[in-house]
């Protein structure tokens, strides 16, 4: 089946500086792929939808400037947490669509 | 390999019909198990299963969690239009990540 990845599993940082997360889909061209962040009660936020050769698209009330996405390929898409803080530490997940949407793994951020 | 897998892929139900959902894992470190509607774009959290045979209900949706047997169900009861959308199982593998089924894709007619 369809298969997303994404790099790191897992990052710790300190506030201030920048991390950037890959999503990769390892047996399919995606042109289009979903960001996702969860909050507490397991509840998933779309933060964006990252078009292959285009800007993304922001969901309302997310900083497009702090939260940078580039989708370079058809296989790749990074989002970048530009000077961390605290309040996003959280778990970053991607989703590549296909026939359906295939999750990654996601990403546990903290930032100290 | 850690694997979530869901069945059936795909289900068409009328309306006030019951459906079951089904959801079974292989992975290394259980923590959790989620079930999650996802009608546009953002999933909807519906359930978090922890505990065998405890099941959980809201409205019409229950689910249940057999760690034994490593399945969980997701049942819907009186079924109505609103309730069509992919159903995603995913397993918390101990806080290191994520594994998601492939969806139940439920649509309901009238």
């Known amino acids: 089946g369809a298969v997303v990845s994404q790099h790191p599993s897992r990052v710790i940082c300190k506030s201030g500086t920048s991390v950037k997360i890959e999503c990769r889909s390892l047996?399919?061209?995606?042109?289009?792929m979903f960001w996702y962040r969860q909050f507490p009660k397991k509840s998933l936020m779309l933060m964006a939808t990252?078009?292959?050769?285009?800007?993304?698209?922001?969901e309302q009330g997310v900083e497009k400037d702090k939260f940078l996405i580039n989708h370079a390929s058809l296989t790749l898409s990074t989002l970048t947490v530009t000077s961390a803080h605290p309040e996003d530490s959280s778990f970053y997940i991607c989703?590549?669509?296909?026939?359906?949407?295939?999750f990654g793994p996601g990403t546990r951020l903290t930032v100290l | 390999e850690d694997k979530v897998v869901q069945s059936p892929l795909s289900l068409v139900v009328h309306e006030g019909d019951t459906v079951t959902l089904n959801c079974s894992y292989e992975?290394?470190?259980?923590?959790?198990l989620l079930w999650y509607k996802q009608e546009k774009k953002a999933p909807t959290f519906l359930f978090m299963l922890?505990?065998?045979?405890i099941e959980k209900k809201s409205g019409r949706l229950s689910s249940i969690l057999d760690k034994k047997e490593l399945f969980s169900i997701l049942n819907i009861t009186a079924t109505q239009t609103g309730d069509s959308a992919v159903y995603l199982c995913?397993?918390?593998?101990?806080?290191?990540?994520?594994?998601f089924g492939p969806g139940t894709r439920l649509s309901v007619l009238p």
């Open positions: 992975v290394t470190n259980f923590r959790s």
């Open positions: 990252s078009n292959e050769g285009s800007k993304a698209t922001y």
């Open positions: 047996d399919f061209q995606a042109t289009t």
């Open positions: 995913a397993v918390d593998n101990y806080g290191q990540n994520f594994v």
């Open positions: 922890t505990s065998s045979g």
């Open positions: 989703s590549a669509a296909w026939d359906t949407q295939y």
